[in-house]
């Protein structure tokens, strides 16, 4: 009788809360696990990231030349070329434009410090030439003294420019598979789904898209969802 009594001291709308309050608990969990999980193998996560924005930006122009008759693989080479070509001439024309205005920017960076210089001597500061030339000294003095630092902020910075570059190489590769085999790649994810939940996966409840329709059109959508419902992996 106990026991019943306090059942009745909880209400329904009190249980529902509970039930509701632990699930999103476990499902805050999951996602922190997820979130520093990934964060842990950002170099390969963040890779895999841009490569696919940059997969939904050019398959758009792969479906074109495959529609008017190129063959897929074809298509695929020559849009990651001009892709590439393309970031590349951006590149150029920044550095270009940079190092023309290099030398401008040089000369009225000197001529700044030495305006800066006259107006401390002749300004309402009366420093000196020995004070300027003094703080000049001390400033080269403490260069030497933590050389060590400057040495390992540099090493620190080769390394970041090393993991910029490999992370480029590394978004170029995936980008040419997604490129090429984009659709067998979602066809493999979906096939580790269980066999009931194929048919969900390939095909999304509001019809033809998805996350893979920017990445491989409606075609490539017909033949997964076929094959998907079908039981096959691929």
Sequence with gaps: MSG?????????????AAAWSWR?????AALAVLYYGLGYVSEITVPVTI???LCALLNPVK?????????????????FVAGLLLVAGIITLVVEQFVAGAGDLANRVSSGLDTVQ???????FNVSQEQIDSVVTTIKQAVLDNREAVTSGAVTTATSVGRVVTGVVLVMFILFFFLRDGKKIWDWIVGLAPRRAR?????PPNGPGGPWAVMCGPPCWSRSSTRS??????
């Design 118 to 124: 006259s107006w401390l001597v002749t300004g309402p």
């Design 63 to 79: 479906r074109f030349l495959v529609n008017h008759g190129w063959r897929s693989g074809v298509a695929s080479v020559v849009v």
């Design 199 to 203: 048919p969900r996966s390939a095909v």
């Design 4 to 16: 019943s009594g306090s059942d009745d001291t909880v209400t329904s709308g009190m249980r529902i």
């Design 24 to 28: 999103f608990l476990v499902v805050v």
């Design 51 to 53: 490569a696919l924005l």
């Design 229 to 234: 419902a079908s039981g096959s992996a691929w």
